[in-house]
């Protein structure tokens, strides 16, 4: 129907039309780079090689992507660890105030982001609050290295997407219907085994999505590992930044861009199958 | 009397509200300390928010800032609102549903090298505009995703009842459809200026060389990386506070901004 | 009932979703000023034909004539044909005085006009109190009130409603039911209804069309559909039916050792698989087989449920056919006003006979 033709164009259009100029044409253009060489004063010189990819498995690179991976899982990890504790109270507190506590939890997500890193820096530095509070308690004679290592990254960017963390958890285990823990119950299984045999089954969607969201924000990320970093722990995202401003090896950098964007579509997709899977077997966490 | 249960849960989410927000508010002490300096209380002072007002360069970067949040704002929240409509409108196939998505989580750095790889290709000028084009990307999908969840939970016959009762299609998207996704419009527009206010990587990459198309965050960047500066302390407290009350008016525009 | 002029006409309309055709080369006659129900099973096509009434959904053959002129070209903002929504699809950002204006400001009337008869409607629905709510402050039969007087303001050829009670809990829905009847009597308005409550159907439309499987099994007033059903289909769609299942011969079917006697649709020569049915209050019981003309059939009470007005007995008749299409060997039910019979003059595990009169017996197609 030509109407409907028409009412599409004038809706999606102009949204679609930009995203296809700035967001598919740019993309596709980095693939194809990570397939040319690299060109003698930078730039690329238009001769087609796959030796970007074999470069890319290289130990050195291989051993970054590895490094990016751990510190991304720690910071997952941890996030969850500390993050579903805190969705469960909110969950569990009365309904009219669980929305302020959410909001409370939101609110440092979308403040700037650097001066959220910037701020850790102030408290872990040698002379910063945590080092002189653990003085001054008397539990360290000199101050500890915490800046600049692995342990600041993996704070930061806990720090960072914890509240994410506690959104997707939350948003699962208040959709569980509380009559199914109550069934549980009834049937006779205390409180922590109705935890583990029920709630955390029903709730593992939001786990997952918790989870993934970390690890794939952190794997690329650049502000934190370079400021928190200091340049002495290398992740993708630092090593992407210098092939393109520092080597200036577009094809190299390309290639990097792309593995990086592969591995997290895998999790994402890995994700969105758990669930769909989560949702085919039981809607109840779903209702 | 509450069970030991109960206890340690909100035990730990005071720790986490702590862990939120301590180093949040240590800044913001710091920014009224004397001597400026990140180790020890010297006394109240205002004077770094006085240098902060009085530095040409953070000033120029502020309005630098603004303008591309307000361009990039205006411009995300046309295209994206209409893109909202017309995917719930129609069930959209995966494809452009993958298009929406992806400037949400493709990392920062990977867009913003595509989009310098880009420009630089055309060889178009970078300058302010070109940070505009580039934030428009993320924005539009976060605009997108805002109004499509306000969308969601329409009943969509209200759109038939307004052609049923004679409406061309144009005046029941002014008349019908406009006035009631407007509060998530007008959320997905606060999120997108709180974002663009906010970004730094793509802002970096695409400004081009000189200080004329500085942003606030390529300013706080360089202050953080070379060489702490006291008004930082200063800035990041304006700059949180403006971050705040922007979330909060969006959020009572239109739950479910932040998530909730 | 005597024969009004014609406001729309359909005319072999057919639509198909895929290999399912939801409305099947479905002829149909809406006549001026009376209340028509559409009736049929969930998935019988009968959302489906309001809504090509209504220009939402195009007919994929057929036309749809509305006082002789083809609508099908015709676009549903500009067709004189109101649908009132199951869901009723109230403006939530517009008061009830702005929503019921909307229809009028389409049309372009003027303000004292649009001011004039928002007033005559909210009189008539009994809105004038709530005129300045927002439907989320309205309770459901209010809302439905709304929905009724947005699509009445604009005077439309037709008004159609699509489930327009099934939101309503039951003592509303019942109440409701005589409202919107006395309502279509005042503006003497063509009403067009949807549903597939029977009940409903009968308390209200002056005619109805039995539609299964996209097609029309039947039209007709209430009563005809009840006393007179053309297929078996309809005879157990519309209130309770008994089935006896045996060989047909004219208006007779074999049946056990006898033959039950009644008439057959338009006087078709039935031969071949058969049923006569009969409605439960016809239905008396004896002890003994009756003398005369009568028909009868034996059987063992196995159930007496008391029901107030009335008495449901239930007997197991060998070879009878439920309303529902069960199998053979299930019951009969017997429905006795209670003022005659008394309290403890059958009781279960007796055998009767099950009699009643051929005028009341249809003999019909298996």
Same mark, same amino acid.
């Given at each position: 129907m030509p109407r409907s033709l028409l009412r599409d164009w004038l809706l999606l259009g102009p949204g679609l039309t930009w995203l296809a100029l700035f967001l598919v044409v740019p993309c596709g253009m980095l693939l194809v780079f990570a397939f040319f060489e690299r060109g003698v004063y930078g730039g690329i010189d238009y001769i087609f090689t796959l030796e970007n990819f074999s470069r890319a498995i290289d130990p050195l690179y291989l051993s970054i992507f590895l490094t990016s991976a751990k510190v991304a899982g720690l910071a997952a990890v941890i996030a969850l660890l500390i993050g579903y504790p805190a969705a469960y109270a909110i969950a569990r507190a009365p309904a009219r105030r669980q929305t302020a506590y959410l909001v409370l939890v939101m609110l440092p997500f979308w403040s700037n982001y650097l001066i959220r890193t910037y701020a850790w820096i102030v408290l872990l530095n040698r002379e910063g609050l945590v080092n002189k509070g653990l003085a001054g308690l008397g539990l360290v004679s000199e101050p500890l290295p915490l800046l600049y290592n692995e342990f600041a990254i993996v704070t930061g960017l806990v720090y960072n997407y914890l509240p994410f963390v506690v959104l997707a958890i939350y948003s699962s285990i208040s959709r569980l219907n509380p009559e199914v823990l109550e069934a549980s119950e009834d049937l006779g299984a205390s409180a922590p085994r109705t935890f583990w045999r029920v709630t955390l089954p029903l709730t593992l969607p939001g786990v997952a999505a918790g989870a993934v969201f970390v690890f794939v924000l952190s794997i690329g990320n650049f502000i934190t590992p370079d400021l928190l970093g200091g340049g002495r722990l290398q992740m993708v995202g630092n090593v992407i930044y210098d092939q393109f401003l520092t080597a200036r090896d577009w094809p190299f950098g390309a290639t990097l861009s792309f593995i990086l964007i592969g591995i997290m579509m895998i999790l994402l997709f890995s994700q969105a199958m758990l669930v769909r899977k989560a949702q085919g077997e039981g809607g109840i966490a779903h209702a | 009397m509450p069970s030991p249960a109960r206890f340690w849960l909100g035990a730990h989410l005071r720790l986490v509200y702590l862990f939120l927000y301590v180093p949040i508010a240590v800044l913001m002490v710091l920014s009224f300390n004397r001597a400026g300096l990140p180790t020890a209380w010297t006394g109240f002072s205002l004077k770094w928010y006085g240098a902060l007002a009085e530095s040409q360069a953070i000033i120029n970067a502020a309005l630098n800032t603004l303008i591309v949040a307000v361009i990039s704002t205006v411009l995300a929240t046309l295209l994206g609102a209409l893109l909202a409509v017309g995917m719930e409108y129609r069930r959209r196939g995966p494809g452009l549903e993958a298009m929406l998505f992806a400037p949400m989580i493709i990392p920062d750095i990977v867009l913003a090298i595509a989009l310098l790889s880009f420009f630089t290709l055309l060889d178009f000028t970078l300058g302010l505009h070109s940070i505009i084009l580039s934030h428009v990307v993320f924005n539009i999908a976060f605009v997108c995703a805002v109004v499509r969840t306000r969308l969601r939970s329409f009943d969509w016959a209200v759109f038939e009842a307004s052609v049923d009762l004679g409406a061309s299609e144009a005046t029941t998207f002014r008349r019908i459809i406009l006035p009631m996704i407007f509060p998530g419009v007008l959320a997905g527009a606060m999120l997108a200026f709180t974002l663009s206010v906010d970004e730094f990587i793509i802002a970096y990459f695409t400004a081009?060389?000189?200080?004329?198309?500085?942003t606030l965050p390529m300013q706080i960047y360089s202050m953080i990386r070379f060489g702490v500066t006291p008004e930082i302390n200063a800035m990041a407290t304006v700059v949180m506070l403006v971050s705040f009350t922007l979330v909060l008016l969006a959020q009572r525009a239109n739950k479910g901004v932040v998530g909730v | 009932m005597s024969e009004r002029p014609t406001v729309i006409a359909i005319e072999g309309l057919t639509k198909r979703f895929g290999e399912i055709?939801?409305?099947?080369a479905v002829d149909l006659d809406l006549r001026e000023n009376e209340f028509f129900a559409l009736l049929g $099973?969930?998935?019988?096509?009968k959302t489906t034909l309001l809504r090509m009434i209504a220009g939402f959904t195009g007919p994929d053959a057929g036309r749809i004539l509305l006082d002789g002129r083809d609508m099908t070209p015709v676009r549903p903002n500009r067709r004189p044909v109101n649908l009132m929504f199951q869901s009723y699809a109230?403006? $939530?950002?517009?008061t009830v005085t702005q929503n019921i204006a909307y229809g009028l400001e389409m049309e372009g009337c003027g303000r004292d006009e649009i001011r004039r008869r928002v007033g005559e409607m909210l009189e008539m629905t009994e809105l004038s109190p709530l005129k300045d709510r927002k439907p989320e402050h309205l309770s459901g039969g209010q809302r439905q009130r709304v929905a009724l007087a947005r699509a009445l303001v604009k005077r439309p050829r037709v008004l159609l409603l699509d #489930?327009? *009670?099934?939101? *309503?809990d039951k003592k509303l829905r019942e109440q409701m039911q005589l409202e919107l009847k006395r309502m279509q009597h005042e503006v003497g308005i063509t009403f067009v209804i949807v549903t597939h409550d029977q009940e409903e159907a009968l308390v209200m439309a002056d005619r109805i069309a039995v539609l299964k499987d996209g097609r029309v099994m039947q039209v007709g007033a209430p009563r005809e559909l009840y #006393?007179?059903?053309?297929s078996r289909f309809v005879a157990g769609f519309i209130g309770k039916m008994n089935f006896f299942a045996g060989q047909g011969r004219g208006a007779e079917v074999a049946f056990g050792d006898g033959v039950l006697t009644g008439t057959a649709p338009g006087g078709v020569e039935l031969a071949g698989p058969a049923v006569a049915a009969v409605r439960p209050e016809r239905l008396r019981l004896a002890p003994q087989r009756p003398e005369g003309s009568l028909n009868a059939v034996p059987g063992r009470i196995v159930d007496i449920a008391y029901h107030g007005q009335d008495l449901n007995v239930h007997v197991e008749v060998r070879g009878a056919v439920d309303s529902a299409g069960g199998e053979a060997g299930a019951r009969v039910l017997v429905r006795l006003p209670a003022g005659e019979a008394e309290e403890g003059d059958w009781q279960a595990g007796q055998d009767v006979w099950c009699c009643w009169a051929p005028a009341h017996t249809r003999v019909l197609a298996m």
């Open positions: - | 081009g060389a000189g200080q004329s198309s500085t | 055709t939801a409305v099947d $099973p969930s998935g019988c096509g109230l403006f $939530p950002h517009m #489930e327009p *009670l099934g939101a *309503l #006393e007179y059903p053309a």
